[in-house]
């Protein structure tokens, strides 16, 4: 198995980056990349009021073209809202509640938690004069979930899927060389899948400009056929014409390798597509020798597409591909490049610890490069589409992909939903498999799951005919999806008798799509039901369920079945199964949440991957447990092991195929000491060494991240003072850092309900009892008229715009829910008037020097509990009869920062997601805890 160097990535980099200069030579398209700069603010499901009153208006957004309101309005005050940059997951940044969702991993919110369900977020952005005439659109990664889109007040449409990409042409509504505002409001009321699946705008924004004649969205289909040594590149391109183009037109496909030299290409006469019409056209090249996309090899071409009039540029647009060949053989399983290869995968879901499904891309890459060193090759996206950095990752390591879409169906919302993935992910030559499905219980056995798989394998074929479709089947293997899938797709052994299914369906290729569920904990040898702890050696879960052994030996033993795909390879939030709360996390992960492996990710490296492998468990730290029976495990790939407690022999013993070995050692603290013999030759030794206390805090960058990344993920352990890392070790770690921020923390346990970001906490303080009297003038010396009793009344109301006051008197109160020291606290007037004074309880504050409209509110004016604010204004005045005057006067601002950074150890390790600040030139993370020595890591 080969993983990827440094070098290769840095190869790899150079590669985008002369792709990238290719492009910009050439064309006028651009993608934007617009994650930085948000503000946030969650709404309220059904209180329009706490909705910031959307929709509230007397013609809806959904009424009149540009009638957004609310938040949704252009001119709508956000100075108050919390700023962000994307990808942002808001569940992961709430605390954990027992009334949460179970599958959700018991986060305060989403679904039961109207306050935190629907989030807001507003951006504004310049786009210049001179991009009149070109097609503007704004494309998004996925949003969870329902988000509805809004710019400069039009409604751009609703997205219902969490997992799709969308995209929306804003041309008509763009204000040229001046402001524009983006809003999105996303509603996470709503789960669309059993596990945990984030909140928010958590994948990526872009702002796009093309001409308007234009390669439509995801509008390349690259495949490619290999005779003897030479490929035939079939590149299939879609343009629209949103223009004023006619006539001819040339279209040029080129073809350039990694190095970014071109390979081949070749040019096309056509004519430009009507006004709104689309036009597909295929161009056939020749590659000649090409360089394979592999497992260890993933070499990858690009095509660049070219759309030229009379010898100009009008686009261009570039789509990474790969030259390989894919097989299903219902005798000999899989063929990848006509070789025979076994799958060996894993399930995940896509959230990490600390940052919740808010994944930096250099993540994706950990992530898969963490599997690939556990010898697996092969990914199932269970049970949505991916984020295209998780594709682009497994394309770059060599990681085979089961792209899967959420739900089954035969109407808009199912096939649109696999369509768009399809057409997004088919260039993608990781990808060797659609899944159209995945345990569909109420449907799976029976004709009604016959005629749908009928319906979305044959629609599936109509976009790709390239790939197989499977879906993954658990209520018996008979009847229903069974008999009619492509792919039969075994969840389970213990769901039915595979074999015999196959004995009846001869022809239909399978591989086991779900296989393991298996409950285990890092770093814990014992189960403890009351601790919810599940040992981690390798056991039967449930009765119908198998051990990951059990499991391997028998996809291993048919050569029939393509290979199997664990549940899972990373714990994931939610599913705490065999457990509920207080555990928020599942247990059948390879790794934790973090990637910290369980020891039976080396089970799989001994039988999965290529090198040599010995390892010896359970830790030696059993203090308390002198004299008594431990059991001991090796996992290795090793003909030979023996065995040694304190330099004497345990005994030697062979290995046998998919097998692990056992002893049992009556506890005494030293040295256990595991040698591995092949061809009777000492080949590895591996010890557990009993250790003394914890002594120092190390910090190490993870071996997996990649030197130039700007997010780098951090392991954080304690040793003795021998250095010896602690495996029982449960400190609790504060964290500082210089140079960038810390985006995330976590450790793996799963009963966890430790925080996994620390936010400054941002309340937004509504004014209350709103209240106005008459006056003469705007008097800061008469303080004698904010306590008179008499001439109040609710403010604006039934306000005679034609007869106004020369001057009012406004109060009203706002409620504190403390007054802390590290408070920062502002009020954020909104204009109800001009020449306007501003009071808090009976104290005049000045604006700020930044904002004429903010007033910064000094602890000392402020008190616990209900404080009085006081305005004094001349009145605005109606230019015109319809103009609508705004009433509200503002919002308060409060602003507790948060506490430092922290994370217990569990069982001797915690992991810290940090984030380089873009000028700095590197990163500095401090570690420390009571009775410890401090630990510090440089990044540069
Ligand atoms: C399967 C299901 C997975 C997960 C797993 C847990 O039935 O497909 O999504 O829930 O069970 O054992």
Redesign the pocket.
Known sequence: MKIISPKEILLYFTFLISMVSFAQNKSDRELILIDKYWRFSFGHLYDTQKDFGHAEGYFSYLAKTGFADGPAAPGFDDRAWRKLDLPHDWAVEQSFSEKASFSHGFKAAGKGFPEKSIGWYRKKIAIEKSDQGKIISLKFDGVFRNSKVFFNGHFLGTEESGYNGFEYDVTAYVNYGGENTIVVRADASMEE???YEGAGIYRHVYLQKTNPLYVIQNGTYVTSEIQDNNAEVTAEVTIENKGKYKGAIEILQTITDASGKQVASISENAVAPDFYKTAKYTSKIKVNNPLLWDLDAPNLYRLFTQIKQEGKIIDSYESNFGIRSIKFDPEKGFFLNGKSIKLKGT?NHQDHAGIGTALPDELQYYRIKKLKEMGSNAYRC??NPPTPELLDACDQLGMLVIDETRLMGINEYHLNDLKRLIERDRNHPSIFCWSVG??EWNIEGGIVGERITNIMQGFSKSIDPTRPVTV?I?SGFKSGISSVVEIMGY??MGNGDIDAHRNEFKNQPGMGT?E??TFATRGIYFTDDSKHYQSAYDKKPRPT?YSIEEGWKFYASRPYLAGMFI??GFDYRG?P?PYGWPSVT?Y?GMMDVCGFPKDNVFYLKSWWANEPVLHLMPHWNWSGMEGKEIDVWVHSNCDEVELFLNKKSLGKKKMEQYGHLEWKVKYTPGTLEAIGYKNGKKILTEVQKTTGNPEVIKLSVDKENPSNAIVSVITVEVTDKKGLHVPTANDQITFSISGGKILGVGNGDPTSLEKDIFLDDTNLVPITDFEERKSVSVDNANQSALEDANGWKPAFKDRDYKNQASAYIYRGKFELKNNLQSNIVDFFYKKIGVNESVFVNGNLINASTDDPQKYHLDKAVLKEGTNFITIRASPLQKVKDWDVMNTDPGIIKVVTPSESWKRKLFNGYAQIIVQKNEKAGEVTLSASAKGLQTGTVVIK
């Open positions: 899948g059993w596990f399930n269970s049970h995945n345990e993954g658990s969840n389970y779900e393991g569920s369920f549940w899972t599913e199964t599942s059948f």
